[in-house]
């Protein structure tokens, strides 16, 4: 059995076919990328997804790195070390996982992906592939108005 390829064009695929969700399941529980405290916790309450979508950099916060007040604090060397292997081995946007980003009242806050976030900005690009998750179908509808997402269709 071969081991699902987590990137731009499987999330998309996924999303085709109503799958947007068991996707980020997926990923959040294999191979390199797997975050399963992330999952864990999704699990715990319904949430209502958008995406993969395009966004500007500057719209996503992060929660992790070496800055004080990040909510998950790395030190300096173990970040930058990480953040210079992937600004490294990156080719494209889209051959990356979307970043996983949580709708927070207009606010959107990376919970997966804080270091490929600042290895795309290593590599001077302006914007990424997000999946986004809402708390509430009002939310969904907000976030989906503010990134110009149309749901009627999904």
């Known amino acids: 059995m071969t081991e699902e390829v987590f990137n731009l064009r499987t999330c998309a695929e996924c999303t085709g076919r109503g799958d ?7 990923y959040l529980s294999s191979g390199y990328w797997a975050n399963p405290g992330l999952r864990d916790g999704l699990l715990l309450h319904r949430r209502f997804w958008l995406g993969p ?3 500007p950099i500057e719209r996503l916060e992060r929660c992790c790195g070496p800055e004080d007040g990040m909510a998950y604090h790395v030190p ?4 930058q070390r990480r953040v210079d292997q992937l600004a490294e081995a990156l080719e494209n946007l889209e051959s990356l996982p979307p970043l996983i980003v949580e709708w927070c009242e207009g606010r959107l806050m990376i ?13 001077g690009w302006t914007s990424c592939f997000i999946v986004l ?4 179908s009002v939310d969904q509808r907000q976030a989906a108005a503010s990134l110009n997402i149309d749901i009627t269709r999904r």
């Open 20 to 26: 947007l969700e068991g996707w980020v399941f997926r």
């Open 53 to 55: 979508s395009s966004v």
């Open 76 to 79: 300096a060397d173990i970040w």
């Open 111 to 123: 919970r997966d992906g804080n270091h490929r976030c600042a290895a795309i900005i290593r590599k």
């Open 133 to 136: 998750w809402c708390n509430s």
